[in-house]
């Protein structure tokens, strides 16, 4: 065995170099400090990468949110101007099939969100986003029940 630092002849399982003092590694604690540095460095790439993803991940939910939002209060609004054409005269087959489709709008863009909440649970617009449409959702139902009970208190006198 021979120093790294001066190159000394030195006994084997010494911890010294008798010519220089420097502290002489045996090949086994090198092996695991080298072992140990090539963990942590794969560790950190691993985080690294990991994060990436969760970024691009978070994009993508994100987009995929926009989309849904634009589906959810875009196509009723659409809907309500060309219906209002319609009213006004400006009939066509192209206004009648577009308020056709954009009906579709508002189931779609709940499809997407839960899509986004199932594909990417930790993505937080996407959770707000959805909350937002539960109780969007929970008071259009309870809007609705009041009407039919109110409609069925005032016509209920009445012979129809």
């Known amino acids: 065995m021979y120093c790294t630092n001066c190159g000394e002849k030195m006994e084997d399982g010494s911890k010294f ?20 540095k090539n963990v942590k460095e794969e560790t950190i790439q691993k985080v690294e990468e990991k994060n990436i ?41 192209f206004t009648s099939t577009v308020i ?33 449409y539960i109780i969007l959702i929970a008071l259009g139902i309870i809007i609705g029940v009041v009407f039919i009970i109110i409609l069925l208190y005032e016509c209920r006198g009445s012979n129809l």
């Open 100 to 132: 056709e489709l954009l009906s579709l709008g508002e189931p779609a863009s709940i499809i997407l969100m839960i899509y986004v909440r199932v594909k990417y649970p930790k993505n937080k617009f996407g959770k707000i986003i959805m909350w937002i």
């Open 17 to 36: 170099c008798t010519n220089c003092g420097a502290q002489i590694e045996s090949k086994n604690e090198t092996t695991q400090a080298v072992k140990e």
């Open 53 to 93: 993803n969760v970024e691009d991940e978070n994009k993508k939910a994100n987009r995929l949110c926009i989309l849904s939002v634009i589906l959810f209060f875009g196509a009723p609004i659409i809907d309500l101007i060309l219906y209002s054409l319609q009213m006004a005269g400006l009939d066509s087959f």
